[in-house]
């Protein structure tokens, strides 16, 4: 799930919304005649864009990617699912030591994406035995297994 599109979209909003903003709360469009005035919004939409991209995401049969790391979804040996701020973090690791992790709502908002990625987890959790923790549990509705924390 790629979001190079919405970083550029959030860009462009931004470079419109410092636009307009600055031109309401001053009530003067002469600002706009300044040539090195432009290069406000022009520095400060960019940053804008970079806050919002967000890496791709991508799955196969047995396995999930965020840009270059990828995990063996039917090898995992942990699930978690954290909550460092407002939103939810999915903490994969397989067998093989490889982890990635990723917002939740990311994955989520791929329905395919998110089958794939789930059926993987949950044939690591009650065939493989993953450890998971219990937000992990509750949030993605998975089985107790004996190796929990």
Not at 78 to 86: G, I, L, M, N, Q
Request: with cysteine.
């Amino acid at each position: 799930m790629t979001s190079k599109r919405n970083a550029v979209l959030s860009g462009i909003g931004g470079f419109l919304l410092i636009t307009v903003g600055y031109t309401v709360l001053h009530q003067d469009i002469g600002w706009m005649s300044i040539w090195w005035m432009w290069l406000i919004p022009l520095v400060i939409a960019p940053l804008i864009a970079l806050a919002m991209r967000s890496e791709s995401c991508s799955a196969g049969a047995d396995w999930f990617a965020i840009g270059k790391r990828f995990v063996d979804t039917y090898a995992l040996s942990s699930v978690e699912v954290k909550a460092p701020t407002h939103y939810r973090e999915l903490e994969l690791e397989d067998s093989s030591g490889r982890r990635t992790s990723v917002q939740l709502m990311t994955v989520q908002a791929n329905r395919d994406l998110w089958d794939l990625v789930y059926n993987g987890i949950l044939h690591s959790v009650v065939h493989g035995g993953a450890d998971t923790n219990a937000l992990a549990r509750r949030a993605l509705k998975l089985p107790t297994t004996s190796g929990e924390h």
